[in-house]
């Protein structure tokens, strides 16, 4: 999948990037991401886990391949505060087809996340193959530490399943 409005988005919001990790980005794509802002960027296939610290990274870049809810809660875990995950993924043609849908994106990052920017294309290339939705969405700091909590109780935890 191609990252050029990733790229466009990154270089919208940051003149300079001091610390990045692409996830699941090719070579070329990751040469020009390097290329793109400075700093240091670090790249690992998609893993159910990343092998780094928390609050290690100003940016993560991820492949539309790698997008799940686990993914989306390791970029969390990584990010320092007030840091963007930046993604680009196939959007659903169709009720039966794959892909996401703008609801799907929002219920994947609403724990962790405010949506900063979500491009479509333009609306006459609706219904056609191959369009794709480019998320911003911003690391949200408050609740990091503590959950949600309503008349003394524990009403909301970021990323812990509901059971």
Same mark, same amino acid.
């Given at each position: 999948m191609s990252l050029e409005s990733v790229f466009a988005s990154l270089t919208h919001r940051y003149q300079r990037v001091r610390t990045g990790l692409a996830v699941g980005i090719a070579d070329p794509?990751?040469?020009?991401?390097?290329?793109?802002?400075?700093?240091?960027?670090?790249?690992?296939?998609?893993t159910p886990e990343f092998p780094f610290e928390d609050r290690q990274f100003e940016v993560v870049v991820m492949d539309g391949s790698a997008v799940s809810r686990d993914s989306v809660r390791e970029a969390h875990r990584v990010l320092r505060p007030e840091?963007?995950?930046?993604?680009?993924?196939q959007e659903k043609s169709g009720q039966d087809g794959d892909g996401f849908s703008a609801p799907d994106i929002y219920k994947i990052v609403r +724990?962790?996340?405010?949506? =900063?920017?979500?491009?479509?294309?333009?609306?006459?290339? #609706?219904?056609? /193959?191959?369009?794709?939705?480019?998320?911003?969405?911003?690391?949200?700091?408050?609740? +990091?530490?503590?959950?949600? =909590?309503?008349?003394?109780?524990?009403?909301?935890?970021? #990323?812990?399943? /509901?059971?």
């Open positions: 794509d990751y040469d020009i991401l390097r290329a793109l802002r400075g700093g240091v960027w670090m790249q690992v296939p998609l840091g963007c995950l930046f993604f680009t993924v +724990e962790g996340y405010d949506i =900063v920017e979500l491009k479509r294309p333009p609306w006459w290339v #609706f219904g056609r /193959r191959g369009r794709t939705l480019t998320v911003c969405a911003r690391k949200k700091n408050w609740r +990091e530490h503590r959950g949600l =909590v309503r008349d003394g109780a524990l009403a909301l935890m970021p #990323f812990r399943s /509901r059971t």
